[in-house]
């Protein structure tokens, strides 16, 4: 149980252009969803929490205009990297946090997707 | 505020030797403490996590992890190491607005 599907797994994409990828909870529902970026060798950075229903929360430093996120259910969450650049080359990872009746909220691990390589050329 | 570190950035082991990862955490309270695994290019996989109760906890793929208040620590082990254990390691709290720690790279000598 408990699984999260992250798709595409791999993009490689012309500068400019905009790129969606998608994080579902397949067998649970996620009021929360969390996206990571991760460079080479380097541990994951959180860049936005996604609440199903409100606006993402985005970490200091990620222009909520070139990431948009969306939250448009319990099972869904999108990231969308604007008009993207060699930059925004990275691996991308989300995450979902199952909410469980009776437990805190911080008694649950995350779930995590197999993330998604991004090549801008 | 709470944090945790993993003192070792590397560690390479021999195939059947055993292994330990360090841990530390930063908490006023009894804290909750995961360890994940991640391989090459893959998301993360959660290996085993703690809340309260026995301080010994078994996870998945032969790994335990032991919380020692007295230490600050909740070091992850593995009694013979397999190659398929080569893999990027994370110590991590539950509240998601703290970072993720550095990591420990594991590497598997034949």
């Known amino acids: 149980g408990a699984v999260v599907s992250q798709h595409p797994s791999w993009v490689i994409c012309k500068s400019g252009t905009s790129v969606k990828i998608e994080c579902r909870s397949l067998?649970?529902?996620?009021?929360?969803m969390f996206w990571y970026r991760q460079f080479p060798k380097q541990s994951l950075m959180l860049m936005a929490t996604?609440?199903?229903?409100?606006?993402?929360?985005?970490e200091q430093g990620v222009e909520k205009d070139k990431f948009l996120i969306n939250h448009a259910s319990l099972t869904l969450s999108t990231l969308t990297v604007t008009s993207a650049h060699p930059e925004d080359s990275s691996f991308y990872i989300c995450?979902?946090?199952?909410?469980?009746?009776?437990?805190?909220?911080?008694?649950?691990?995350?779930?995590f997707g197999d993330g998604t390589r991004l090549s801008i050329l | 505020a709470q944090s945790v570190t993993q003192p070792d950035i590397h560690i390479t082991v021999s195939e059947g030797a055993s292994l330990e990862l360090r841990c530390n955490y930063s908490?006023?309270?009894?804290?909750?403490l995961f360890w994940y695994v991640q391989s090459p290019g893959q998301g993360l996989q959660l290996l085993l996590k703690?809340?309260?109760?026995?301080?010994l906890v078994q996870g998945i793929k032969g790994f335990e992890a032991e919380f020692k208040r007295s230490q600050s620590s909740f070091n992850l082990r593995k009694p013979s190491v397999h190659w398929s254990d080569a893999a990027e390691y994370f110590c991590?709290?539950?509240?998601?607005?703290?970072?993720f720690g550095a990591g420990t790279t594991v590497t598997v000598r034949a």
């Open positions: 996604s609440n199903e229903g409100s606006k993402a929360t985005y």
């Open positions: 991590a709290p539950p509240d998601y607005k703290l970072s």
């Open positions: 908490y006023g309270a009894t804290p909750y």
């Open positions: 703690y809340f309260s109760g026995d301080t």
């Open positions: 067998d649970f529902q996620a009021t929360t």
């Open positions: 995450s979902a946090r199952q909410l469980k009746a009776g437990t805190g909220r911080y008694n649950q691990p995350q779930h």
